[in-house]
């Protein structure tokens, strides 16, 4: 069975840097595209899409965090990061990362992130 686990979550100050890592077991991490959401403690906020990286190695990331984020994957270590830098007060979240492949999608349980000033 395919598990993700985020770590590196916590307390950073706004203009600081924090690096989340989700490690995949229970399959090889090179057959899937991972990608990074997060949700807000907004009620009824939704999960926003933050960043992506595929197989290949190709990312995307979103608008609102570009010039900041950076996403990469270690696929000998069954890891990707997400390395947060310059950090605001509304990357505040809890962040998730999923595995994605054709119709399959497995979810980690997040890590929060909290910024303050």
């Known amino acids: 069975q395919v598990q993700l686990v985020e770590s590196g979550g916590g307390l950073a100050q706004t203009g600081g840097s924090l690096r989340l890592s989700c490690v995949v077991s229970?399959?090889?991490?090179?057959?899937?595209?991972v990608s990074w959401h997060r949700r807000t403690h907004v009620p009824g906020a939704q999960r926003e899409f933050v960043a992506r990286i595929r197989q290949s190695g190709a990312t995307t990331v979103a608008d609102s965090v570009k010039g900041r984020f950076t996403v990469s994957r270690d696929n000998s270590e069954n890891t990707v990061y997400l390395q947060m830098n310059n950090l605001k007060r509304e990357d505040a979240a809890v962040y998730y990362c999923?595995?994605?492949?054709?119709?399959?999608?497995?979810w980690g349980q997040g890590t929060q992130v909290t910024v303050s000033s």
């Open positions: 999923r595995a994605e492949r054709g119709s399959l999608e497995y």
């Open positions: 229970g399959a090889s991490l090179s057959i899937y595209a």
